[in-house]
């Protein structure tokens, strides 16, 4: 079946670096990927729209400028955590479809710890 | 906020027993989907069941949607300790763009 790899799978930067997580389809092309927040115990939040060949469609409250999103390919989106702070500490998902209408298959997540 | 309900927050039944999860969303949808995540990972679609479709079964699964309640419930018959897992429904409000309830965290006593 389709798969999704995401890393890396656990990151601990300093605060004020930068991060970069990536999103992989491995066996299918996804023009359109999902990035996702989780907070421990909570729900999936939907960050952006990954658009290959495009700019990425943020959602309301989301810092562009702070998740630097790029879907250079048709199978890798990056999603970029500039100078991160302990408040970005955090767990990331990645999701795609397999095809327009068809399920979404997720990435196993990038648990982010700023010190 | 767009965020559904999913009622219990917290589920905890012995092993061999049905575990039922309930989930309301807000806006119209294409489809609605359940998956299930095990603690700090990614998640696993279980089951997609159409705006058109009232009932829809997969192994010990059995989903139900009613548009017009905007619910949704799903049903784990015969649980199995392997079950114990977060279960989320997410509303697809079209372009695949889901929209996810609050979970449901499901413990099986064995």
């Known amino acids: 079946g389709a798969v999704v790899s995401q890393h890396p799978s656990r990151v601990i930067c300093k605060s004020g670096t930068s991060v970069k997580i990536e999103c992989r389809s491995l066996?299918?092309?996804?023009?359109?990927m999902f990035w996702y927040r989780q907070f421990p115990k909570q729900s999936l939040m939907l960050m952006a729209t990954?658009?290959?060949?495009?700019?990425?469609?943020?959602e309301q409250g989301v810092e562009k400028d702070k998740f630097l999103i790029n879907h250079a390919s048709l199978t890798l989106s990056t999603l970029t955590v500039t100078s991160a702070h302990p408040e970005d500490s955090s767990f990331y998902i990645c999701?795609?479809?397999?095809?327009?209408?068809?399920?979404?298959?997720f990435g196993s997540g990038t648990q982010l710890s700023v010190l | 906020s767009q965020q559904g309900e999913e009622d219990p927050q917290a589920l905890s039944i012995q092993e061999g027993e049905n575990a039922t999860m309930n989930c309301s969303y807000k806006?119209?949808?294409?489809?609605l989907q359940w998956y299930r995540q095990n603690s700090g990972r990614g998640l696993v679609h279980l089951i997609l069941?159409?705006?058109?479709?009232r009932e829809k079964h997969s192994g010990r699964l059995r989903v139900t949607l009613d548009t017009s309640k905007k619910s949704s419930s799903l049903l784990i018959t015969a649980s199995r300790a392997a079950d114990t897992a977060s279960y989320f429904c997410?509303?697809?409000?079209?372009?695949?763009?889901?929209?996810f309830g609050q979970g449901t965290r499901l413990t099986i006593n064995p």
């Open positions: 806006t119209s949808i294409n489809n």
């Open positions: 069941i159409r705006s058109n479709e």
């Open positions: 997410a509303a697809d409000q079209g372009a695949q763009k889901l929209v």
């Open positions: 990954s658009n290959e060949g495009s700019k990425a469609t943020y």
């Open positions: 999701s795609a479809p397999s095809g327009p209408g068809e399920k979404l298959f």
């Open positions: 066996d299918f092309q996804a023009t359109t």
